[in-house]
């Protein structure tokens, strides 16, 4: 992954709060609703689109401008411990901290914008979470403790290519010994418990993208993480 622990983390609990909001205000994807609304990610420009507009997926001021307010805030307050190894005249210490995570959470898209903080509380989404209809039934990776009501049910292209959801995602010709492959232009890997693959990674695009699968026999695309 991207992002990396520089210290070890351990006793973790998670205090939820909810901000609910309902949007009003007119908003460029307002006339793209439901299964009109249209994802474009470029790799060759690093670009992300809605309906046609540039995004910035880091900054939610950006982000309502083209899709409105979240439908949700969530909130979880993580208690944790820092970690500092010892060193000559300085001895090894833990020391408590508190983290907060956001999600910016639109039930009506099926998306989900998320801070992912490690060892800080920013409020800037790191990632957009993006949900289909294959429900993900690979146990192996953390699940989420907040999630769209709904699935997203607009398109979804990859430098110009359609991203099916009723389709195996994984090529005919990829295991879980491959290292790399072509999917949608971009040079991908394979992530897999054992001999199974259930996640699919680009390995050195901008921006980064985990499609995760939904179970070992259909490997369809369960939901897409872009960060």
Do not use: W
């Not at 020391?95 to 989900?112: F, H, V």
């Amino acid at each position: 992954m991207r992002y990396f622990l520089h210290t070890l983390i351990a006793f973790v609990f998670v205090l939820p709060i909810t901000l609910t909001f309902h949007p009003k205000e007119t908003t460029v994807c307002q006339n793209s609703p439901g299964s009109d609304f249209k994802i474009e990610i470029n790799t060759n420009d690093s670009s992300i689109r809605f309906c046609g507009l540039v995004v910035n997926i880091h900054n939610m001021t950006n982000v309502q401008k083209i899709i409105g307010k979240p439908n949700r805030i969530e909130i979880d307050t993580i208690e944790t411990y820092y970690e500092r190894f010892g060193t000559k005249g300085n001895p090894p210490a833990m020391t408590p901290i508190k983290l907060m995570n956001y999600y910016y959470i639109y039930d009506e898209l099926g998306m989900m914008f998320y801070s992912e903080n490690r060892m800080s509380s920013i409020k800037s989404p790191k990632m957009v979470y993006i949900q289909f209809g294959n429900k993900r039934t690979f146990t192996n990776t953390e699940k989420f403790p907040f999630l769209p009501r709904n699935s997203f049910s607009g398109t979804l292209e990859i430098n110009g290519e359609p991203v099916s959801t009723i389709h195996k995602l994984v090529p005919y010709n990829v295991n879980y010994k491959t290292e790399d492959f072509k999917l949608f232009k971009v040079s991908c890997g394979p992530a897999s418990i054992a001999t199974v693959i259930d996640r699919i990674y680009s390995k050195t695009s901008d921006p980064y993208m985990l499609f995760y699968l939904d179970n070992e026999s259909d490997q369809r695309l369960s939901y897409l993480t872009i960060y």
